[in-house]
């Protein structure tokens, strides 16, 4: 680690602030250079102790930048890891308001719900599958707090990786009998389909983004709980949104789910 203890916090205070208050902000690398990645995560963490001392509760974990599309878009080849909160959860074909967000755009995903503990180092997509109650359908909505969606890695996670709201819904499926690869994905904005996928675009399987994870807690001395829902990461590159704007996601044998911006 390179920064202080003060220097994290204030670090988490600014970014959490432009969350909150919808407001862009310089990426802090450039007032960092130095910054390492155990301070991203650090400065990640404070953010998330900050919302849970007022009472925020942690709901699902995300990887993010697993797909081809999403690191070419971002100018990236890592995949990223954070959290998501209750307040970031929308109901299927419930509304966002675009006015609290600064520049939002969505991602189709894949979600899993374990119903085993997954813990790394070593962990695989066979593990991962085991330990799977079930996938479904997931729309994560992201709003980098850096201008003009422009970021580094360690920006980005200190910036708990863009996350803001995501929605769930469609048919909550077993993965026995699925082939996660090739499940086709259909991303349409008012009607059109904007982006389209399959499994595969994620890692190679979108598993391994879930066994990523794992690894990546399990350097940390954390494993993910039984019982965890996880979006596995954008398969495709991100869309952006404007108010009025309906999008829904079609995922093959998984069902649709829908949002609607105001
Ligand atoms: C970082 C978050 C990426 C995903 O699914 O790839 C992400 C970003 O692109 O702003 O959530
Ligand atoms: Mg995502």
Redesign the pocket.
Known sequence: MNLNQQTIAQLAEHLENAELQAHEVIKITEAHPDMDWDDAYAIQYEILRRKLARGAKVVGL??????HG?MK??GVSTP?FGWLVDYFSVPDGGEIKHSELIHPKV?P?IVFVTKKALKGPGCHIGGVLAATDFVMPGI?I?D?RYKD?K?DLKS?IADN???TRFVLGGQATPVAGLDLRTLGVVMEKNGEPVAIGAGAAVLGHPAAAIAALANHLGARGEEIPAGTMI?S??VTE?IAVAPGDHVTLRIQSLGTVSTRFI
């Open positions: 995300k990887a993010g930048l697993t797909s999403k878009q971002m990223v991602e995903e994560e992201i980098s969606f970021f980005v990786c863009s996350s979006l990461g954008g991100a």
